[in-house]
Nanobody, 123 residues
Framework: QVQLVESGGGLVQPGGSLRLSCAAS????????ITWFRQAPGKEREGVAC????????YYTDSAKGRFSISRDNAKNTVYLQMNSAKPEDTAKYYC????????????????WGQGAQVTVSS
């Protein structure tokens, strides 16, 4: 089974950029779709971006389209989330999750989660 560890979180100014990493170990990484979710205080966890296992197809929710970019390097067992044009409403704890299936925003599908990385957008 895959284990996930996020890194790269921190404080970023509005309009700035940040790159999160999700490093995997364990099982065959390239068999898994990887999704980034986020959860702000008092809010439900929501999907942000997903990259499929086989062809690396990418999907974004409306909040991320045009500003965020997800990519994967299977040789390094790592998925990245590049966040550009950051907004205060992007402030949340960001989690990567793995599922041996196609991309989906359904939380219940994901059984493998990282510990999360805090992102704060503030001046």
């Amino acid at each position: 089974q895959v284990q996930l560890v996020e890194s790269g979180g921190g404080l970023v100014q509005p309009g700035g950029s940040l790159r999160l990493s999700c490093a995997a170990s364990g099982d065959t990484f390239d068999r898994y779709a990887i999704t980034w979710f986020r959860q702000a205080p008092g809010k439900e966890r929501e999907g942000v971006a997903c990259i499929s296992s086989k062809y690396g197809n990418t999907y974004y929710t409306d909040s991320a389209k045009g500003r965020f970019s997800i990519s994967r390097d299977n040789a390094k067992n790592t998925v990245y989330l590049q966040m550009n044009s950051a907004k205060p409403e992007d402030t949340a704890k960001y989690y990567c999750a793995a599922a041996p299936t196609f991309c989906t925003w359904a939380l219940a599908v994901y059984k493998i989660w990282g510990q999360g990385a805090q992102v704060t957008v503030s001046s």
